[in-house]
C-alpha cells in the first residue's frame, strides 16, 4: 500500500476534530471546550442523515440570492435539522444514534456558532461523499508529495 492510500485511511480512521461549547458538567471542572470528532459515517449513517436532509425539503432555488429576512427564516427553518444531522453523524451508531441524536441536536443548536455549524455540515459531507475525498488523494498521489527529496541536485558518480 503506497504512502498516499495509508494517508487517507488514517485520515478517515482518525476523523476530523471540531470545537464546540462543553456541557455544563465540563464546565464546571475547568474544561471550557470540547472536540467533537467526526469519523466516516457507516451505511446506516449515511441513510439517516440523508432522511433527515430531504425531510427538510430544502431546495437548490432557495439558496442563491438571499437576502436577509430570507435567510433568517432558513437559519430558523432548518438548523434544527442540521444540528440533528451532525449529532447523527458524531454518534454513529444505530442504537445511540436512535437514542440520543435528538437530544445531542438540542444541545448543539444552543452551543455552536453558525460558523461551527457550516463547518461541522463540510466535514461530514466531505467524509461522507468519498469521491472528493479521494480525487483529493490521487493528484496528491500525482504531485508526489510524499516522495523523497534528498538533494536540490542530481548527484553525479
Same mark, same amino acid.
Given at each position: ?11 478517515? $480512521? ?36 440523508? $432522511? @433527515? ?11 442563491? $440570492?438571499?437576502? $436577509? ?21 458524531? @454518534? /454513529? ?33 466531505? @467524509? ?20 523523497? /527529496?534528498?538533494?536540490?541536485? /542530481?548527484?553525479?558518480?
Amino acid at each position: 500500500m503506497n504512502i498516499e492510500s495509508q494517508a487517507a485511511a488514517t485520515l478517515l $480512521d482518525k476523523g476530523i476534530k471540531v470545537r464546540v461549547t462543553a456541557p455544563l458538567l465540563f464546565r464546571l471542572f475547568g474544561r471550557q471546550d470540547i472536540n467533537l470528532v467526526i469519523r466516516a459515517a457507516t451505511g446506516g449513517t449515511i441513510n439517516r442523515c440523508n $432522511d @433527515l436532509f430531504l425531510s427538510t425539503g430544502m431546495t437548490r432555488e432557495q439558496l442563491p $440570492d438571499l437576502e $436577509d429576512m430570507e435567510a433568517h427564516t432558513l437559519y430558523k427553518q432548518f438548523t434544527p435539522t442540521l444540528c440533528k444531522i451532525i449529532a447523527t453523524a458524531w @454518534l /454513529n451508531s444505530f442504537f445511540f444514534g436512535w437514542l440520543l441524536a435528538r437530544i445531542v441536536g438540542h444541545w448543539l443548536y444552543w452551543h455552536m456558532s453558525m460558523p461551527q455549524i457550516v463547518t461541522s455540515m463540510k466535514v461530514i459531507l466531505m @467524509l461522507m461523499v468519498k469521491e472528493g475525498f479521494l480525487n483529493t488523494i490521487r493528484s496528491a498521489a500525482t504531485m508526489q508529495m510524499t516522495a523523497p /527529496n534528498l538533494s536540490q541536485i /542530481n548527484q553525479g558518480s
